[in-house]
């Protein structure tokens, strides 16, 4: 446990930052979540509005440092691909 004042303060902090970026982390997921929903029930048009919705959310998260780019870049480029493959076979 902290015993300095300076350690309890930094330990205050760091819980507080703990649980803001497990926030923005939740958050991140929710609108992947939607494009997945919106994929899984064949509605191009909904996909593409929480793609559209989605792809700044992820792009400020990952300059943020909440989820790595590489990650940000995955789940795009993934879910661009799901929707693309819908608007072919349509």
């Known amino acids: 446990m902290a015993n300095s004042p300076q350690a309890k303060k930094r330990a205050k ?3 507080k930052r703990r649980n803001h970026n497990a926030s923005l982390r939740s958050m991140v997921r929710t609108y992947i979540k939607n494009v997945i929903k919106a994929i899984d029930a064949k509605d191009l048009e909904k996909a593409q509005a929480a793609y559209t919705a989605a792809v700044p959310v992820i792009d400020r998260m990952a300059d943020k440092g909440i ?4 990650k940000a870049a995955r789940h795009k480029s993934r879910l661009n691909a799901h929707i693309k493959a819908m608007a072919t076979a349509a």
Not at 67 to 70: L, M, P
């Open 13 to 15: 902090q760091a819980e």
């Open 67 to 70: 989820i790595n780019k590489n």
